[in-house]
């Protein structure tokens, strides 16, 4: 069963600053896209219209060590930390491709909440993940569910 999953992404123009580095809030974007992205390999979406489904963000955080340009590429390794009735937390390791050895340039979290829409009021209510989902995630083995 998936505890983990890897992306790979390259730092585009419009993702750095003025002194030419990635902006700190790209790397929010990187994690989130290899979220959905490690949804999707499940055969689900984060924003599934049809069942009301949503997955807002209840913790994030991002810590820097290394900067990256322009055209630099990275790997984003997302790892279930925890796996709830109604909830899932992740952490992140952005690494730089290409350096030797490899360079861990940030580590990232994310806690998001299984919510049903109400598309009548447009309220949101946690509700427990698909059992579908939530069959097929582990929490990474080496971690255990976190208290």
Not at 90 to 103: D, M, N, Q, R
């Amino acid at each position: 069963m998936p505890h983990e999953f890897t992306l790979r992404h390259r730092v585009e123009f419009a993702d750095t600053d003025m002194a030419g580095i990635i902006h700190f809030s790209s790397y929010f974007r990187y994690m989130e896209v290899t979220e959905h992205a490690f949804i999707r390999s499940l055969g689900f979406s984060v924003a599934d219209r049809d069942s009301g489904i949503g997955w807002p963000r209840v913790d994030v955080g991002c810590s820097f060590r290394s900067p990256l340009r322009f055209e630099d590429e990275l790997d984003v390794r997302l790892v279930v930390t925890a796996k709830k009735s109604k909830s899932l937390s992740y952490a992140f390791h952005i690494t730089k491709v290409g350096t030797e050895p490899l360079l861990e340039v940030a580590t990232g979290r994310m806690t998001v909440v299984c919510v049903a829409m109400d598309h009548e009021t447009g309220t949101m209510k946690a509700a427990r993940i698909p059992e579908a989902l939530a069959a097929q995630l582990e929490v990474a083995p080496e971690l255990g569910e976190a208290p």
